[in-house]
C-alpha cells in the first residue's frame, strides 16, 4: 500500500493514537510548535533556482550562439561592422527571449504554492482557532466548512454532507461525497479515496473535520510539485536539428577556408588575399541570418496561431507541433465541457432525449424523433418542477464584449453544486426557473441532501394552499420509498414489474456513462415534519433523468482530422472508466479493437510489460499525476512526440514532460499553464488542429529557407573552390561575397518564412522527430542546385575572363550578377518539394517583392559610379546580360525539366 492510501483502513482511536492527538482538545500548543520545529512548515519547497544572471547567461551556451559569436569575431576582423552589430543583436534577441521563456517556466511551482491555503481552523488545547496554514502539522484537528480550501492533506474522522471539488487533482468533474467510514481494498485510487481531504482541492458543500497526516511536500500536491521539480523538459526538434546543422556548418567552413586560402597560395596567389577570401568563404558557408530568420517565422506563425486562439508560450515549440504523432488529452474540461448536462429524461414510461449541452438553457425534447412541449404534458412538466424547486444552485447569465467594438457575449455558469446546476438548465429549457415557479409555488421546508440516505427534499407549498413534499435522489434508494407511479397520464400502483421496469431503464441509461437521479412527490397536509422518515415515504414515482459531461461539439471532427493527418489522439483521464470509455466512442478515439486500462492495471504492470502494450491502449482511466507521467514517458520511448493537454494540476508534470505542453486557458489552473508550451485560448480541443497545421507549414519553410540559404552558399563556395582548383583568377572580391550573402539571404529568406502552407500540409503523417532537416530530398536538392548554380556560375566568368583577359573586374562583375540572379530564380524553386513549375510564383507576392527588391539593390551597386568602386563592380553590357541571364536561369530551370520527366515522390515517415 502507497504512502497516499496509508491511512484509509484505520478507525478513529488508531489513527488518533498514531498521531498522539486528543480527539476532544486537539494538539496543546507546545507540542505542535515542537512538531513543527520538526517537520518545517506546511509549504511547498520551490527547489534550487538559478538566478537571473545564471540564467541569462545560460543562453549563451547554445552551440549555434557560439558560431554566431565566432562569425562577429570574423566580420569584426574584415572590417564589416555593420555585419557584426547585426549578427551581435541577433544573439542578444535570441538570448532575451530565452531568458523570458525559462524565467516564466520556473513559476510553475510559484503557481502551484497559490492553491494552498491561507488559513485554516484548527482545534489547539480544547479551542477552535484559526492559525495561517503554514502551521498545520500532522495531528492536528481541523474542521471544514463550504468554500473551504482544504489546507493539508487530512483523514477525515466526521462528516455531514461534505462535497470537495478535486478535479483539479483527479480530472473527475463531479464534487466527491466524502465519508468518514473505514476504506478496504488495497492501493485505493486517488479519486476513489472518499475519506481523505487533500491540499488545494475545495469543499463545496457540506462540513466536516478530521486528522492532518500529510503537511508540505508528504501532501499528493507536494508529490505533484516535486514531479514538477524532477521533471526534464524536452529539446524540441527543430533545436536538435539547428544544433547538428551549426556544427555541420562550422566543420564544413573551417575545412573550407583551409583548402581554398592553401590552394590559392599553391597556385601564387598574394596570401593576405587569399586569407581574406577563405574568411569571406567562411562567412558566408555559416547562414549567420539563419536562427533570426528562423526566430521570425517562428514568430510570424505565432501570430497566425493567436488569430486561431491558440498562445504560444516558447517559440521552438510551435515547430515540434509538426512533427507530433500523439495527442494525449486529458478528458474533462479539454474533450468535454466540464458543464454538466441532462440528456435523457425516463418519465411517464417513455425516454426523452433532451438537445443542447453545456449551462447554456437552450434545447428541445423529443422521444421517438418527435418533438414535446413540457407544458402540454403533465408528467414531464411535474418531473421539471420537481428539478427546479428541490434545489439550491443558481443559474447566472452574465454580459460582457469580445472586444471594444465587437458584439456582446452572452454567458452562463452555475453558482453551487454541477448536478443541481443540470438540473435548473433542463427545467429552464422547459420554460421552468425559479423566477417562474416562484409565483405559483414557494418552499416551506426543507430535509437536506444526506449521503446515508441518498436523497433531499423540500416542502412546496401553490397559491391555492396545497402542499407537495418534492424529493429527488439515488433511483434505487427513491423507488423503495414509493409506492405508485406516474404513467400514461394517471397514478398507479407501483407493481414490481414496473419498478423492475425502472430500475432497468435507470441500468440502460448508466451504461451510456449517465449519471442518473429519481424524482418522486407526494401531497402533504398540515405542517412541516420534524423528520424527513416520517415524510420521505409513500411517494409517486415520476420518473429518471440521465446527465453526463458531454463532449464539445467540434472535438469529433478534430479527432477525425488527427487521424487524417497520422496522429493518434489518447484519452488520459481521472474520471471512471464507464465514463471515460463512453465520452471515448462517441468522439471516435476508442476504435473497434483498441484497448482501455485503469490506474490499477497500470500499476501492476512493470515497465517492460507497459511499454508492450502502451501503442494499442487509447484510454486510461482512474489514472494518477505519476501514472500519466509515466505513459507520457512510454509513447517517447517508442519515438512518438507527444503532445499532452490538461487543465488541472495534476496534469501539469506531464505537460512538462511532454515535447509539446498544452494547457487550457479558460478553465486551465495557472500551474499547467506555467507549464506548458502552449495554452489555448478557448479551451478548444479543434484549436489544437489548427496549431498543429501552422507548426508544419512553419517547419516546411523552414527547410524551404535553409534549402535555398545552403544551396546558395554551396554555389558561391564550389564557385571559389573550383576557380582556385583550376588555377584561375578570384571569380569574386571578399565584398562581393559578403554583399551577396548579405542581401541574397536575407529578403527572400524572410518572404519563404511567410509561404502559403501548400494543399497537403494535413494528409500527410506527421514526419519522423530523428528525421535530419535534410530528408525527404532537401539534402540532394541542396548539392545538386547548389553544384549547378556554381558551375554555370564559374562557366559564365570564365567565358567573359577568356574575351577579355585583361578586364578581370568586368568578368568579376558577371560573376557576380549571374551568381545573385541564379540565387533569385532558385528561390522559387524552393517553394516545392517537387519542382519551380509546381507552384504559381505569384502565390506568395512577398517573396516576389523581395527578389525584386534584391535585383534592383544589384543593379544599384552596378550602375551607379558611387558604389561601383567599393564593390569592383562595371556597367555591363547587352552580351554580358545575355549570358549572365542564361547562366543564371538554366541551373533550376534545367532541374526543373529533369523532376517532371522523372518525378520525385514526396516520401512520408510513418508514425
Excluded at 390 to 406: A, D, M, P, Q, V
Excluded at 687 to 703: F, L, M
Aim: glycine share 8%; aromatic share 6%.
Amino acid at each position: 500500500m502507497s504512502q497516499g492510501s496509508r491511512y484509509l483502513d484505520w478507525d478513529v482511536d488508531r489513527l488518533t493514537k498514531h498521531f498522539a492527538v486528543d480527539p476532544e482538545n486537539g494538539l496543546k500548543a507546545g507540542e505542535a510548535e515542537s512538531r513543527l520545529r520538526r517537520v518545517g512548515p506546511n509549504q511547498l519547497a520551490e527547489g534550487k533556482r538559478l538566478s537571473l544572471i545564471a540564467l541569462l547567461l545560460n543562453q549563451f551556451k547554445d552551440f549555434m550562439v557560439l558560431v554566431l559569436l565566432a562569425a562577429t569575431l570574423v566580420s569584426g576582423l574584415l572590417g564589416e561592422y555593420t555585419d557584426a552589430i547585426a549578427i551581435i543583436a541577433i544573439v542578444v534577441l535570441n538570448a532575451v527571449l530565452g531568458f523570458v521563456q525559462e524565467f516564466r517556466a520556473e513559476r510553475s511551482l510559484s503557481a502551484l504554492k497559490e492553491l494552498s491555503a491561507p488559513t485554516a481552523r484548527v482545534k489547539r488545547d480544547g479551542a477552535w482557532i484559526r492559525i495561517p496554514a503554514s502551521n498545520l502539522v500532522p495531528g492536528d484537528l481541523v474542521s471544514l466548512e463550504s468554500g473551504d480550501r482544504i489546507p493539508a492533506d487530512i483523514r477525515l474522522i466526521e462528516v455531514k454532507n461534505l462535497y470537495i471539488e478535486e478535479s483539479a487533482l483527479t480530472g473527475e468533474s463531479v464534487p466527491v461525497n466524502k465519508t468518514a467510514s473505514v476504506l478496504t481494498g488495497g492501493d485505493i485510487p486517488l479519486g476513489d479515496r472518499k475519506n481523505m481531504a487533500f491540499l488545494g482541492t475545495m469543499a463545496v458543500r457540506g462540513a466536516g473535520s478530521g486528522v492532518v497526516v500529510h503537511t508540505g511536500m508528504e501532501t499528493e500536491m507536494g508529490r505533484i510539485a516535486h514531479l514538477i521539480q524532477t521533471t526534464e523538459t524536452m529539446q524540441t526538434p527543430l533545436q536538435n536539428r539547428l544544433e547538428q546543422l551549426g556544427k555541420i556548418l562550422i566543420t564544413v567552413a573551417i575545412f573550407l577556408t583551409a583548402v581554398v586560402v592553401l590552394t590559392g597560395i599553391i597556385h601564387g596567389h598574394d596570401a593576405y588575399k587569399m586569407f581574406l577570401a577563405g574568411v569571406s568563404l567562411a562567412v558566408a558557408a555559416i547562414p549567420e541570418g539563419l536562427p533570426a530568420i528562423v526566430t521570425i517565422a517562428l514568430a510570424l506563425g505565432v501570430q497566425r496561431m493567436i488569430r486561431r486562439r491558440a498562445i504560444v508560450r516558447k517559440l521552438p515549440s510551435v515547430e515540434t507541433l509538426g512533427c507530433a504523432s500523439v495527442i494525449c488529452s486529458d478528458k474533462t474540461g479539454t474533450l468535454t465541457q466540464n458543464k454538466m448536462t441532462v440528456t435523457h429524461l425516463w418519465v411517464g414510461g417513455r425516454t426523452m432525449e433532451v438537445s443542447g449541452s453545456g449551462y447554456v438553457p437552450e434545447g428541445k425534447f423529443t422521444a421517438g424523433g418527435k418533438g414535446i412541449h413540457p407544458r402540454q404534458d403533465p408528467h414531464l412538466k411535474r418531473l421539471l418542477e420537481i428539478a427546479v424547486l428541490c434545489n439550491n444552485t443558481s443559474l447566472i447569465r452574465k454580459e460582457g464584449r469580445e472586444g471594444l467594438l465587437r458584439r456582446k457575449q452572452e454567458s452562463w455558469h452555475v453558482d453551487g453544486d454541477p448536478t443541481e446546476g443540470a438540473l435548473l438548465v433542463v427545467g429552464a429549457k422547459g420554460g421552468l426557473t425559479g423566477k417562474t415557479l416562484s409565483s405559483e409555488w414557494k418552499r416551506v421546508g426543507e430535509f437536506p441532501f444526506d449521503s446515508e440516505r441518498k436523497m433531499m427534499s423540500v416542502l412546496a407549498e401553490n397559491r391555492n394552499g396545497k402542499r407537495l413534499l418534492l424529493a429527488k435522489g439515488a433511483p434505487d434508494v427513491l423507488l423503495g420509498r414509493c409506492t405508485h407511479i406516474l404513467k400514461e397520464g394517471r397514478i398507479i400502483p407501483l407493481t414490481e414489474s414496473l419498478r423492475k421496469e425502472a430500475l432497468k431503464t435507470n441500468e440502460q441509461l448508466a451504461k451510456m456513462a449517465l449519471r442518473n437521479l429519481g424524482f418522486a412527490y407526494r401531497e402533504w397536509s398540515g405542517a412541516m415534519p420534524e423528520r424527513e422518515s416520517s415524510a420521505e415515504r409513500e411517494l409517486v414515482f415520476v420518473g429518471l433523468a440521465g446527465m453526463i459531461d458531454p463532449p464539445r461539439e467540434e472535438v469529433k471532427d478534430a479527432i477525425h482530422t488527427c487521424r487524417q493527418a497520422g496522429i493518434r489522439t489518447v484519452m488520459i483521464t481521472g474520471d471512471h472508466q464507464t465514463t471515460a470509455v463512453a465520452i471515448a466512442k462517441r468522439l471516435g478515439i476508442l476504435t473497434p479493437g483498441g484497448l482501455t486500462m485503469t490506474g490499477a492495471d497500470l500499476q501492476k504492470l512493470d515497465d517492460a510489460a507497459f511499454q508492450e502494450r502502451v501503442n494499442d491502449v487509447q484510454v486510461y482511466a482512474r489514472v494518477s499525476p505519476e501514472h500519466k507521467l509515466r505513459i507520457v514517458k512510454a509513447l517517447q520511448r517508442e519515438r512518438h512526440v507527444v503532445a499532452m493537454t490538461g487543465d488541472g494540476v495534476n496534469d501539469a508534470p506531464a505537460i512538462k514532460a511532454a515535447d509539446i505542453g498544452i494547457a487550457m486557458g479558460v478553465m486551465g489552473t495557472d500551474v499547467s499553464k506555467e507549464a506548458s508550451s502552449l495554452i489555448l485560448a478557448d479551451d478548444n480541443f479543434a484549436t489544437i488542429v489548427s496549431a498543429i497545421e501552422e507548426g508544419r507549414s512553419i517547419y516546411d519553410n523552414i527547410r524551404k529557407f535553409i534549402s535555398y540559404l545552403l544551396a546558395s552558399n554551396v554555389g558561391e563556395i564550389l564557385v571559389m573552390f573550383l576557380a582556385m582548383l583550376a588555377g584561375m583568377p578570384l571569380p569574386l572580391v571578399p565584398i562581393q561575397i559578403l554583399w551577396v550573402n548579405l542581401v541574397t539571404d536575407g529578403l527572400p529568406a524572410m518572404a519563404l518564412g511567410v509561404d502559403p502552407a501548400e494543399e497537403d500540409t494535413m494528409k500527410r503523417r506527421p514526419r519522423d522527430s530523428r528525421e535530419s532537416i535534410f530528408a525527404r530530398g532537401v539534402g540532394w536538392k541542396i548539392l545538386t542546385r547548389g553544384f549547378l548554380i556554381g558551375s554555370f556560375t564559374l562557366g559564365a566568368f570564365w567565358l567573359a575572363y577568356s574575351e577579355a583577359p585583361d578586364d578581370l573586374v568586368r568578368a568579376q562583375t558577371v560573376a557576380f550578377a549571374t551568381l545573385v540572379l541564379a540565387q533569385l530564380i532558385y528561390v522559387f524553386d524552393c517553394r516545392s518539394s517537387q519542382s519551380i513549375f509546381h507552384r504559381n510564383p505569384f502565390s506568395n507576392m512577398a517573396l516576389v517583392l523581395a527578389v525584386f527588391s534584391s535585383a534592383l539593390l544589384l543593379l544599384v551597386v552596378m550602375y551607379v559610379p558611387a558604389f561601383q568602386p567599393v564593390f569592383h563592380t562595371v556597367a555591363l553590357g547587352f552580351r554580358e546580360w545575355a549570358l549572365v541571364l542564361a547562366a543564371a536561369s538554366i541551373p533550376t530551370l534545367l532541374a526543373g525539366l529533369i523532376e517532371i520527366a522523372r518525378p520525385m515522390r514526396r516520401v512520408s515517415p510513418s508514425v
